[in-house]
């Protein structure tokens, strides 16, 4: 370990990045050939060769891959030393990045910023918007984000992360506020299935949670006019007083006045689903995250009484 040089690490994770010793070369501002000096000298001492080189470039082999796991660990938790000590000398400033979706975008994850942006002006916040689930525990596994704030697929827990409930968060029929559904007190739900809906354009929790609940009242789902997971492309829809969609329960009580959204008082079983914060188990946690999960605990507190 002492003939490794933490330099000629951050050279070997940037040609695994890149796939290429001369991408990563530019990335990093030096020589093509010293790239190529940095990766011989991890091979020589390893005794290991840590790339195939094709005619697209370089592909780790698995020494690489084997050694690219651990290296972005090591590395990482130098960069979280690093951080943790600027925030013991300058509590007041910081830096945090966050893996979320855009349904949590639309409410939640402002409205914790908003609160702890104000205590600490100086903190800087990275968010990750994932277009699903699945995509925001693979950039936490690979260290690429601090943690991951929103809905929790129990699908992909493991033994590795850390899982912290704050509450659920139900599925609301939506509309805007001149839409003539808005209106009504009660609506059968058989009395929508030819409106025009807005709705998840791929397999998740949250396109399931809607079929089982039209299932239930023995009918199918909707046919979909717009499919997308936009948030920002169904409320604008929804503002035309036409469309129909699915929003969380806490989007609405934070956001829904100022979207200019209602909930439709319509007849169908409301589906909850967990939303909390996910951490790495083994990664060393900053104050700067730390602060981040106390602020989103007291944001949640009464979404949680109100349910």
């Known amino acids: 370990m002492q003939r490794i040089k933490l330099r000629d690490v951050r050279v070997f994770m940037a040609v695994a990045e890149y796939s290429s010793m001369g991408k990563a070369a530019a990335r990093l501002a030096v020589s093509q ?11 020589h001492t390893l005794g290991v060769p840590l790339f195939d ?14 050694l690219l796991k651990w290296a972005r660990a090591c590395v990482d938790d130098l960069e979280q030393g690093v951080r943790e000590i600027e925030f013991l000398a300058d509590p007041s400033a910081g830096e945090i ?60 827990l493991d033994d590795d992360v850390k899982v912290e409930k704050l509450f659920d968060d139900p599925l609301l029929v939506v509309a805007g506020a001149s839409n003539k559904w808005a209106r009504r007190r009660k609506i059968d739900p058989a009395d929508l299935m030819n409106e025009p809906w807005c709705l998840p354009n791929f397999e998740g929790w949250v396109r399931s949670q809607i079929a089982e609940s039209f299932r239930a009242k023995g009918l199918q789902l909707p046919r979909r006019t717009v499919a997308s997971t936009s948030i920002q492309l169904f409320t604008a829809l929804m503002a035309t007083g036409r469309f129909l969609a699915f929003l969380s329960g806490s989007t609405m009580r934070l956001s829904g006045a100022r979207l200019g959204l ?42 949680a009484k109100g349910q």
């Open 262 to 303: 209602k909930v439709v008082p319509v007849d169908l079983p409301t589906s909850r689903g967990p939303v909390g914060v996910v951490t790495l188990r083994n990664r060393t946690v900053t104050p700067v995250v730390q602060l981040f999960i106390e602020c989103a605990r007291e944001v949640a507190k009464p979404l």
């Open 33 to 43: 050939p010293a790239v190529s000096k940095a990766i011989a000298a991890i091979e």
């Open 53 to 66: 080189r094709t005619y697209q470039g370089v592909e780790p082999t698995m020494y690489g891959r084997a």
């Open 97 to 156: 990045t966050i893996s979320t979706t855009e349904a949590m975008t639309a409410g939640l994850v402002p409205a914790v910023i908003d609160r702890l942006s104000q205590r600490f002006p100086r903190l800087a916040f990275n968010v990750m918007q994932a277009r699903n689930i699945a995509d925001q525990y693979r950039d936490l596994r690979e260290r690429t984000v601090d943690l991951v704030f929103g809905r929790i697929g129990s699908q992909e």
